[in-house]
């Protein structure tokens, strides 16, 4: 059953996209944690009054918090694409963009064609080796400017590796119901935790030698877009901390995943190279396996979920 605060928002979209509300036709896209409105050549980016546990949203103030912490992260490396913060007053009935006292926060974005998102461009035979190496400088650039996670803190530890490993393990376990399907994830699960076991060194040497960085945390092709030809990165995690303070090498992970799983090894591997190329971190070659099949088990779990 939705909460009363869920309804609420409920009703507030409802009434944005109202004929009339807008000059411009609108439309939402609905996601399990935000509305994102669509109307001319704007995006507004309602999150959903909800506590999962790995992200809690269930205040006015934390929506209020994660908005202006979505708009400070992404526009790192989408600045176009992310204008601000915007209020919204009045009532669930008879909202009122920009007005206050603040009965919601949006995320207010520049709109794109969802045909200029890369993961529908490779679809179509559309993704050249030059955007490749274009993602991979970009990508790098963006790693090497950002600054190290200090030492005394938790972010890319040993033991938070293992426990985002373990975790996916538990929440897809539920999901399966057939036993093979449940003896390959037992399966895969002794492979990483043989692999975590063997590379438990290096991930101790990577944190001290400052390889864990605040990345994007979700780099997958359908969170990047081509603008102007170029690859964009958007969407990037702002609901946890420990989901994108992570080794540099576990981000390129999930673009190299992502383009092997989608039969496309010779561009996997061109991404890789150029990135290694661009900021000569070939010691993280020694991480790459495992993290490779951690993010397949992040898409896995995604899946089973949905």
Not at 27 to 36: G, K, Q
Not at 100 to 124: C, G, K, T
Not at 186 to 191: D, T
């Amino acid at each position: 059953q939705p909460s009363p605060d869920l309804l609420r928002q409920r009703r507030l979209v409802d009434a944005l996209c109202a004929r009339g509300y807008f000059p411009h036709r609108s439309r939402v896209e609905e996601t399990h944690i935000s509305w994102v409105l669509l109307t001319g050549q704007h995006a507004y980016k309602i999150k959903k009054s909800l506590d999962l546990g790995f992200l809690d949203f269930s205040t006015l103030e934390a929506r209020h918090f994660y908005c202006t912490e979505e708009l400070r992260l992404n526009r790192r490396l989408a600045p176009d694409l992310y204008l601000d913060v915007i209020a919204i007053g009045g009532s669930p009935e008879q909202p009122v963009l920009g007005g206050e006292p603040a009965i919601e926060y949006a995320v207010h974005m520049r709109r794109f064609p969802r045909s200029a998102m890369m993961d529908r461009l490779l679809a179509d035979d559309q993704i050249t080796t030059v955007h490749i190496d274009q993602l991979a400088a970009t990508i790098a650039h963006f790693h090497a400017a950002l600054p190290p996670a200090a030492a005394d803190t938790p972010f890319g530890s040993a033991a938070a590796i293992q426990g985002a490993m373990l975790e996916n393990f538990a929440q897809i376990a539920p999901s399966l119901e057939t036993p093979p399907d449940l003896a390959l994830l037992e399966q895969v699960r002794r492979a990483s935790t043989l692999e975590f076991a063997a590379c438990e060194p290096l991930f101790r040497q990577r944190k001290t030698s400052g390889c864990v960085r605040e990345c994007h945390g979700d780099l997958h092709l359908g969170n990047i877009v081509l603008l102007d030809d170029a690859p964009v990165p958007f969407d990037g995690i702002e609901f946890s901390a420990t989901l994108r303070w992570i080794d540099a090498i576990s981000e390129i992970a999930f673009t190299v995943m992502d383009l092997l799983q989608r039969g496309q090894p010779q561009l996997a591997w061109r991404f890789l190279n150029a990135y290694l190329e661009s900021n000569g971190d070939y010691a993280g070659a020694g991480v790459l396996r495992f993290y490779l099949a951690y993010r397949a088990m992040v898409r896995a779990k995604v899946a089973a979920i949905r």
